[in-house]
């Protein structure tokens, strides 16, 4: 078992950033492909980035590229979302994921997820 914490959510305006984090603990954190994706009130679950066990591959939806730094610390079991520029689309409840996906922008490859921290861009 993996347990996954999220932490650094929070309310912040419009072109703003944020740092959230996913503490891990359990089975060997390296083992696993880490993964954000984010839920915004009535919409499905959606893939936001990636990143492979070792570091060395990141994955973004277009909708964040460029705007937002998927890292993670192997000695410290944590990975990072960094977001700058926010919008007002970007209010979502963030969860972080661990798995070995195929494809690593469906939710159904991840086995694990955190509990979700709660991001609001005002306008």
């Known amino acids: 078992q993996v347990q996954l914490v999220e932490s650094g959510g929070g309310l912040v305006q419009a072109g703003g950033s944020l740092r959230l984090s996913c503490a891990a603990s359990?089975?060997?954190?390296?083992?696993?492909?880490m993964a954000w994706f984010r839920q915004a009130p009535g919409k499905e679950r959606e893939f936001v980035a990636a990143?492979?066990?070792?570091?060395?591959?990141?994955y973004y939806a277009d909708s964040v590229k460029g705007r937002s730094t998927i890292s993670r610390d192997n000695a410290k079991n944590t990975v990072y979302l960094q977001m700058n520029s926010l919008k007002p689309e970007d209010t979502a409840v963030y969860y972080c994921?661990?798995?070995?996906?195929?494809?690593?922008?469906?939710?159904?490859?991840?086995?694990?997820w955190g509990q979700g921290t709660q991001v609001t861009v005002s306008s």
């Open positions: 990143i492979s066990w070792s570091g060395g591959s990141t």
């Open positions: 994921a661990a798995g070995t996906p195929a494809w690593y922008g469906h939710t159904g490859e991840y086995e694990y």
């Open positions: 359990g089975r060997t954190f390296t083992s696993y492909t």
